[in-house]
């Protein structure tokens, strides 16, 4: 909990009862824990006073109001990571100057609602079904009904740490999450991106030259293909560069699994977007937190499973 009392967060509204970073401490406890009710963390807190004060509360929220404020945390907790991943940078590590970019699936919590079906919008009578999740086709060619977090991360494999997360259905186009949500947090030190095929968009490509950034994907260029684009694709093709764009398999794809294996978000243990997106933040958030505390105690920084069963 010290390390949460050290965030830089916003200033809260006069009329708020219960502070944000008190609350935060409450969802970072239910992460850890694994606790994905707020009326079983209520009762929790109601049948331990002791927990109760550890966390700076006089009284115990209602549910309502755990749900409530736990739909607008993301765009705080956005900020806290971006802020979190330039302390590693202050403590020495060389983690801006080249990322890597990805998206992976993650499973809606319920039933799965058949394309045919969503697509006339006729709800399966088995129910319990998610309706903000969509179909979405992993790597490997796996079809998932879901959402997709999309991450920017450090490119060192002795450092991954992520430095942005988004979320969004699993149909969503990677290029479109990355030109809207994640190029506008991308360190100003950064003069490398690795991204796959899915990032080989103009889009993307104008949005990294903007900011002076070089954006390398797996390109090919045709006969009548535009100059720029052949030379997007010599440069990817250079052997010291694609060298250096296989150890995404060291980086990004480790951090995604590992961060649902931290936190069983393989399947969403809650439904819609609204609660989706600020647990898989958080969860983020929570990712650094365990590094940050590794770091301060002299252990490997991403050796997390072991800090947080010794937490947990």
């Excluded at 944000?20 to 049948?47: A, E, P, S």
């Amino acid at each position: 909990m010290k390390l949460v009392d050290e965030l830089e967060l916003a200033a809260d509204g006069d009329n708020v009862i219960y502070d944000t970073r008190t609350l935060l401490k409450v969802y970072l406890y239910m992460l850890i824990k694994g606790i994905t009710g707020f009326k079983t963390m209520v009762k929790k807190l109601n049948h331990q006073p002791e927990l109760l004060a550890s966390m700076g509360l006089a009284t115990c929220p209602h549910r309502t109001t755990l749900s409530k404020r736990f739909k607008v945390l993301p765009e705080g907790l956005r900020e806290q990571i971006r802020t979190l991943h330039n302390g590693f940078v202050a403590e020495g590590l060389n983690i801006t100057e080249v990322m890597s970019v990805d998206s992976s699936l993650m499973q809606a919590k319920g039933n799965v609602w058949h394309k045919k079906q969503r697509d006339k919008g006729e709800l399966p009578k088995c129910g319990n079904i998610d309706q903000d999740a969509h179909w979405g086709k992993s790597g490997c060619g796996e079809w998932v009904y879901g959402y997709r977090v999309h991450c920017l991360v450090s490119h060192p494999a002795e450092a991954a740490l992520p430095c942005d997360v988004e979320v969004a259905s699993a149909n969503i186009k990677d290029a479109a999450v990355f030109e809207q949500h994640l190029c506008p947090s991308i360190p100003t030190e950064t003069k490398v991106i690795f991204g796959d095929s899915g990032y080989d968009k103009e889009a993307c490509y104008t949005a990294c030259d903007q900011n002076n950034i070089s954006l390398i994907t797996p390109i090919k260029a045709k006969k009548h293909s535009p100059p720029q684009r052949h030379e997007r694709a010599q440069l990817y093709n250079d052997p010291e560069v694609r060298q250096a764009f296989a150890l995404r398999k060291t980086t990004v794809e480790p951090f995604q699994g590992q961060l649902k294996s931290l936190f069983n978000l393989d399947q969403l243990p809650v439904k819609g977007l609204a609660n989706v997106r600020p647990l898989v933040i958080l969860a983020t958030l929570a990712y650094l937190l365990l590094a940050k505390l590794n770091l301060l105690l002299g252990r490997d920084l991403l050796k997390l499973h072991d800090t947080l069963m010794a937490i947990r």
